[in-house]
């Protein structure tokens, strides 16, 4: 082999371990928001799973506000429900609403708010909510690394040769951009 045959050849395994490096960064970086993603799921379900405890504790308490209570309940069961990203955020934002409903009628109840299986409830879905917090900032920093990879040059060929597109991050619910006004 003469030295042109071995410069051909050295540049051909230079570009074949590049590709391979390349594609090794895309999927791990597909893979890293799937598993966040996966993350935020199981903390939404997590509160989920309090709702029915809640909704029983709740219920003893207040007879008239059953149309509370079954909002609480249909959210919950469209988290369950929901097949997609998108599905599962509108569900969560469904959800959220709910209980803050729920918990703006919980105010006129003081004997309900001194029970101590609704305070450790209560405490249980708060914790959770910080828990999604979390996961929705983690799912987003790798969203942002993945989509870095793949926007950038030789993840971009790679991506582009594979199909991968940009995924687009947990987003506020359009009434978080609101002003909230106050009365008194």
């Known amino acids: 082999m003469n030295k042109s045959g071995m410069i051909l050849l050295v540049l051909l395994a230079v570009a074949v371990i590049g590709g391979i490096g390349t594609y090794n960064s895309v999927k791990s970086a597909r893979i890293a928001i799937d598993a966040q993603y996966g993350q935020v799921e199981n903390q939404i379900q997590r509160r989920a799973d309090l709702i029915p405890n809640l909704v029983a504790t709740v219920k003893g308490y207040m007879q008239y506000e059953e149309k ?81 990879t793949i926007g950038t040059f030789p993840g971009n060929i790679m991506a582009g040769m594979l199909g991968y597109q940009p995924v687009a991050p947990f987003a506020a619910d359009e009434a978080a951009h609101a002003v909230p006004q106050a009365a008194f």
């Open 68 to 148: 509370v209570l079954t909002e609480v309940t249909a959210a919950r069961a469209q988290v369950a429900a929901a097949t997609s990203g998108e599905e599962m955020a509108a569900a969560d934002a469904q959800l959220t609403g709910a209980l803050g409903r729920l918990l703006a009628v919980v105010e006129n109840y003081p004997a309900l708010k001194a029970d101590a299986h609704f305070t450790e409830l209560m405490r249980e879905i708060s914790g959770s909510e910080n828990r999604i917090a979390v996961a929705r900032r983690d799912y987003n920093a790798a969203l942002r690394d993945y989509n870095v």
